[in-house]
């Protein structure tokens, strides 16, 4: 989910193997949509801010079981805390928390069905202790998203369905997957990490057996100093 831009578009065009199916949830059209390599491809248009994006997604994949689900949206404050308004501090937790919740909610059915489902949810460093960041809002909800996937581990446990939280710190998200991790290493001198990164960590993750659970995973770019 969140799969039009940055990260999300590049889970969505190099995370997929051919013969797969894959369902992508943004409100704009996905590029990875017009790729020709064998994946097949659902657009589920949606606001996760809304509080019916759940259902329409619970709809659109049916009683399909989902070997993996992934959570990545993520917005924040525009504007310092005491600067921001009420709708959009409501859409921050609504689109990063709430929608998180739901959607898990009316998809548990399909991670049972699954002989192998598996939950990756993509927080932030900005969501862990002590970190210095001073967005409230949204740090609060990738904080918040720590405490779902421990608690969401432990619902699943007996089903043996593992639950991770993956928080990255700076990333080159506005450089295209196609582009290559090359590209990402030299336009910000090694600085931010590059999406294929992620991509390969994720990948790593998904292909484990469901006797292995990795419960969190902090990813600061090396030169981060704020973690």
Known sequence: ?????????????????????????????????????????????????????????????????????????????KNPFDKTSTDEIRSIVETNLTSLLLSVHHLLGNLRASARGRVILIGSTCGLENEGTPGVAYTATKFAMRGVTHSLRELLRADKIPVTCISPGSMAT????????????????????????????????????VATCVKEIVLPALLDTDV
Do not use: H
């Open 1 to 77: 989910m969140g799969a039009s831009r940055g990260l999300g578009d590049a889970l969505s065009s190099g995370f997929p193997r051919k013969g797969d199916i894959v369902w992508l949830v943004s409100r704009s059209e996905p590029r990875s949509l017009q790729r020709r390599d064998g994946v097949e491809r659902e657009w589920i248009e949606a606001d996760l801010s809304s509080n019916v994006s759940a259902e329409i997604i619970a709809k659109k994949i049916g009683q399909a079981p989902v070997d993996l689900f992934i959570y990545n949206a993520g917005i924040w404050e």
């Open 174 to 209: 506005d450089v295209p997957f196609e582009e290559g991790a090359a590209t990402a290493l030299e336009r910000y001198n090694g600085q931010r990490i590059p999406v294929q990164d992620v991509v390969a960590l994720i990948r790593c993750i998904a292909e484990l057996s």
